[in-house]
């Protein structure tokens, strides 16, 4: 299965603490090539694939964003905001 954001926003994997460092970003068009570590996320695009390592994506308009760290605005639980779609 791949995963796939479901909207805007910074990707990262669930029980990071806060800030993230942002690391990168995707888009449907321009997926992100690496792999994303405990404390660091990327910026994703509604459609894009979720890179390895993340399993959780925050919606841009709850974050807040300075240089490269990225405060979320809300616990989420594992699997927010990521759809599964077959490969």
């Known amino acids: 299965m791949t995963a796939h954001a479901m909207m805007d926003g910074f ?8 800030p993230l460092r942002l690391v990168g970003a995707a888009s449907p068009a321009a997926p ?4 994303i570590q405990q404390g660091e996320c990327i910026a994703i695009r509604a459609g894009a694939s979720v ?6 994506v925050a919606k841009q308009e709850q ?3 300075d240089g490269d760290k990225v405060w979320l605005g809300a616990l989420l639980k594992r699997g927010t905001n990521v759809r ?3 490969a």
């Open 11 to 18: 990707a990262f994997r669930s029980g990071s603490g806060a």
């Open 51 to 56: 890179p390895e390592g993340c399993d959780t």
């Open 63 to 65: 974050c807040t964003q």
């Open 32 to 35: 992100f090539g690496g792999s």
């Open 84 to 86: 599964d779609v077959a």
